[in-house]
């Protein structure tokens, strides 16, 4: 029973997915039942809850792997269900989140809530690239203290934080870019090359105790931390960028 332990958190992170695309589907319209009618009812649409979810199944998608190493638990059958899961909850479910912006980016426009659903799909080209990337993960042994490509949780994340800032800020010019079909269009390319690509990219496992060995991740925490005070939402993207960006800076450092 306790090897199964660290397999309930990783199905736990794929529950929290399912919740996520429940969140992304509400349209923001439901259908009240009285005696005498049917009414329609408008109510706000709820994709920020996605973010809410994808944030959860991040959390239990780190704990799995810490659980796996306490109770000695690691297996193969874990590290595939753990990648089964990471697809739903950082590919699937941030695709729809960007389907749904596509969708509300074109319906601003005249007659764009007819737009052909071609022009939504690439969505979910970011989706497909998860599952890609983490197909390639499970049969490469040599990933442990770096990655080749973007994790797909990191892209998750990235993407969840997009409902937050949207719902939540008060800047209009944030607010229409984040609607930019063209700032839309070139996410889903630089995202779905990042996670393909074989670029280094550094791993949050901290090796040992050594201070020269974490340096990248210490100055991510540096700048992580303020950027969460000062920034709230918006602190997302930054730390997505610069933990871009120290990954390239160290990247003869690292090792795999």
């Known amino acids: 029973m306790k090897k199964q332990i660290p397999n309930i958190f990783t199905l736990l992170n794929l529950v929290f997915g399912c919740l996520a695309i429940v969140s992304i589907l509400q349209n923001g319209i439901v259908i009240s039942h009285n005696s005498e009618e ?46 089964l899961a990471d697809v739903v909850s950082f ?25 052909s659903t071609m022009f939504l799909l690439p969505a979910f080209f970011i989706a ?5 990337r983490l197909a390639k993960f499970n049969l490469d042994e040599s990933q442990h203290y770096s990655f080749k490509g973007v994790p797909t949780p990191a892209v998750g994340m990235l ?41 280094k990219i550094m791993s949050l496992k901290f090796k040992g105790n050594n201070l020269k060995d974490n340096i990248d991740k210490i100055v991510l925490l540096l700048i992580a931390l303020p950027a969460i005070v000062f920034l709230q939402w918006l ?19 690292m090792t795999h």
């Open 91 to 115: 590919g699937v479910a941030p695709s729809m989140i960007v389907y749904q912006f596509l969708r509300l980016s074109f319906a601003s426009q005249e007659n764009g809530i007819e737009i």
């Open 38 to 83: 049917v009414q329609l009812i408008e109510m706000p649409e709820r994709i920020w809850l996605a973010s809410f979810y994808i944030g959860l199944a991040g959390v239990v998608d780190f704990l799995d792997g810490f659980v796996a190493r306490l109770f000695k638990a690691t297996s193969d059958m874990g590290k595939q269900l753990d990648s």
């Open 159 to 199: 993407i969840a934080s997009m409902p937050l800032i949207y719902w939540h800020s008060s800047n209009v010019f944030v607010i229409d870019f984040l609607l930019s079909k063209g700032f839309l269009y070139a996410l889903i390319l630089l995202l779905c090359w990042l996670m393909l690509s074989n670029m």
């Open 128 to 132: 497909a690239a998860a599952a890609y």
């Open 235 to 253: 602190a997302i993207p930054v730390i997505f960028i610069a933990y871009l960006m120290l990954s390239f800076i160290f990247r003869n450092k």
